[in-house]
């Protein structure tokens, strides 16, 4: 019998991760990546999303004024660009030369680390599909306990499922400028109470409202973005003013047309927030269908509905046996899913109609990258072979102002 060497571990990796099995993997747990529809072809340099936001003018009951008022359309395009992402992953060669004969066994040892791999990318990609694109993961709430060790209590509690121990993180005060001394480890992370313990803060002017970032995420430039533009990039909290440039639009001549609508449901049950905004977005013309909420909050709704609640599914754009819980909710436009993300911020939820949104790559996102036709390669540094996975990618939306973002109280 032969130990496993590299021509045998390249087929057991081909045999083990299909594209079916890295996309349950991936949308496990993550509804709004598996709702987004899909297009795994953006090649090219960038990608134009061309959109109409106002109407020809040469209309009159007069024949003279309108042919003197007579205006083209107005158009805009969202020029999209990919941002880069990768995971690495490293199986010592002892354990391909323990699984001798078998390739089960190395199998078993060896998933745990690349599907280890892949669910950092997701995760990091399904918290990035609600955020800005700036990379922050949250920000400082409160600081207690003097240095070395620091415990950090984020501003919103919800955030901490975007934090995870041994991630190594920077500081920004101001987007583009990073406090000193960094990176620090996170050495523990409370889920209940919302807070991490980090490693060495010594010498590091932490302070209150600072922005956090993975190691390598974060922007040099106030307006440099190398992550995954989300929705709360397209449909910001606040309206655009003169001067925006998102993906070379200024949204500030239509901010409801161009970067969405805005609505404050803080002082109003989650029900009539929904009904409120949804009432909203049938003005403008937009049917949505499908709500996403953090799960406190949609267990919040399910209690307040009572035994008005209707429960449905609703399945993932790509993958059939991939379904997740949902609430039927009735708005002006007809009834929407509602459906708790565990991604989704607290004190928000996002409002979509669907057909408006895509996520655009290059092949899968994630997958493993093997450009040249291997899935490992040999460290040059070490005993050991390394999986490299990633992705190539960015969300669009043809129609912002058919959606909505909605500010609650939980």
């Known amino acids: 019998m032969?130990?496993?060497?590299?021509?045998?571990?390249?087929?057991?990796?081909?045999?083990?991760?299909?594209?079916?099995?890295?996309?349950?993997?991936?949308?496990?747990?993550?509804?709004?990546?598996?709702?987004?529809p899909k297009m795994e072809a953006f090649g090219g340099k960038m990608l134009p999303l061309p959109l109409q936001v106002g109407v020809p003018q040469g209309r009159s009951a007069t024949f003279t004024d309108a042919q003197i008022d007579k205006t083209p359309g107005v158009y805009k395009d969202f020029q999209l660009t990919r941002i880069r992402n990768y995971g690495l992953a490293a199986i010592q060669n002892e354990v391909l030369e323990a699984s001798v004969g078998n390739a089960n066994a190395f199998m078993q040892a060896a998933a745990s680390e690349i599907d280890g791999i892949l669910r950092a990318l997701t995760q990091d990609l399904a918290g990035g599909l609600y955020a800005d694109g700036t990379g922050s993961r949250g920000t400082i709430g409160a600081l207690a306990g003097p240095p070395p060790a620091t415990v950090i209590t984020l501003a919103n509690s919800t955030d901490v499922v975007r934090f995870e121990v041994q991630m190594k993180l920077m500081f920004q005060a101001v987007l583009g400028t990073d406090i000193p001394n960094g990176p620090i480890e996170i050495i523990a992370v409370d889920r209940d109470l919302g807070t991490i313990t980090v490693d060495n803060t010594v010498g590091m002017a932490l302070a209150v409202n600072q922005f956090m970032f993975q190691n390598g995420d974060e922007p040099q430039t106030p307006t440099e973005k190398l992550k995954i533009t989300g929705l709360e990039g397209w449909l910001p909290g606040a309206a655009p003013v003169a001067g925006d440039d998102f993906f070379g639009v200024d949204r500030s001549s239509d901010p409801t047309r161009l970067a969405g609508i805005r609505y404050d449901g803080v002082a109003e049950t989650i029900e009539e927030a929904m009904i409120g905004a949804g009432a909203l977005l049938f003005r403008e013309g937009g049917r949505p269908d499908v709500i996403f909420m953090n799960p406190l909050t949609y267990s919040e709704l399910i209690k307040s509905l009572g035994s008005k609640v209707v429960y449905d599914l609703m399945r993932s754009s790509d993958v059939a046996d991939v379904f997740f819980e949902a609430v039927r909710i009735h708005l002006p436009s007809g009834s929407a899913m509602v459906v708790a993300d565990p991604n989704c911020p607290s004190g928000r939820a996002y409002m979509l109609q669907m057909d408006t949104w895509k996520m655009y790559s290059l092949g899968?996102?994630?997958?493993?990258?093997?450009?040249?036709?291997?899935?490992?390669?040999?460290?040059?540094?070490?005993?050991?072979?390394?999986?490299?996975?990633?992705?190539?990618?960015?969300?669009?939306?043809?129609?912002?102002?058919w959606n909505a973002t909605i500010a609650l109280s939980t």
């Open 364 to 401: 899968m996102a994630p997958k493993i990258l093997m450009t040249d036709g291997l899935r490992f390669l040999r460290e040059n540094n070490a005993d050991a072979v390394e999986v490299r996975a990633g992705y190539y990618a960015q969300m669009g939306c043809t129609a912002p102002g």
């Open 2 to 36: 032969s130990a496993l060497n590299m021509t045998t571990f390249e087929a057991a990796l081909k045999v083990h991760y299909t594209d079916l099995r890295v996309k349950n993997l991936v949308y496990r747990n993550n509804p709004w990546l598996a709702a987004i």
